[in-house]
């Protein structure tokens, strides 16, 4: 048996800190940035309230991430805010890997300003560009809403040096109560920090990654339905592709996106060996 194990975890839970016989925080940041700081708001209309936080941060060119609790009131949202001329999407369960890449990157780009979701905390996001995350019915005791839960969706706004989070909420649970608790704690040894070492926070910067089929979608639009674009790549457009994947998978892994750097090496994998293939042919 292993005598000697550290455990990493950005949310560890009652049963991790239990057995944990020494933990350490790492709770100060390379960029300064600190925990966003978290407002309460009425959940009484809170949509007009959300529409003109919304329209603040599409001045300044930041994003938004909306979290609510069902499905229906999700697409309900969506489409009162696209009636109102907002630039949202709604991120659901059902979208693939790969479209809800394309979907994230796609908000960073700046093509739509809102993405609304249920669960945005499986999603892995780290979107320096969100400076606000707003969640409706925060008071509504469950999974979605517990104390862990409401502070690792606050977090989606800590990589903006504006970050901020609404809760909007008739009254005050336990898990906001604990969750605010939690985020003062941290705000607090983060603030003195920055200001015993002339800190001043930044926004991160991070690269936007070019979507794996880009660099052939335009130019095969129009081939055949059901077949692979890249069967019909001339073994020179071959190679430049491999070439861009590459330089993509570097970027990913520099940015600590292990995950979409994966995916680029499968796709560089995928295209030599049938670029072998083809060249026995």
Partial sequence: LISQIIYVSATPSVYELKRSSQIAEQLIRPTGLVDPRI??????????????????????????????????????????????????????????????SKILRELRLGQFDVLVGINLLREGLDLPEVSLVAIL??????????????????????????????????????????????????????????????????????????????????????MAVGEEKTDYLPPSEVSRLVEVLKRNMRRAAENLEFERAAQFRDRIKELTKKSIINKNW
């Fill in 39 to 100: 407002k309460i708001k009425p959940a009484t209309r809170p949509v007009d309230d959300l529409l003109e936080e919304i329209k603040k941060r599409v001045e300044k060119s930041q994003r938004v991430l909306v979290t609510t609790l069902t499905k229906r009131m999700a697409e309900d949202l969506t489409a009162y805010l696209e009636d109102l001329e907002v630039r949202v999407r709604y991120l659901h369960s059902e979208v693939e890997t790969l479209e809800r």
């Fill in 137 to 222: 019915d925060a008071d509504k005791e469950g999974f979605l809403r517990s104390e862990t839960s409401l502070i690792q969706t606050a977090g989606r706004a800590s990589r903006n040096v504006d970050g901020e989070v609404i809760l909007y909420a008739d009254e005050i649970t336990s898990s906001i109560e604990r969750a605010l608790k939690e985020t003062r704690r941290r705000r607090k040894i983060q603030l003195q920090y920055n200001r015993s070492h002339n800190i001043t926070p930044k926004t991160i910067k991070k690269a936007i990654l070019a979507d794996i089929e880009t660099y052939t979608a335009d130019k095969y639009e129009k």
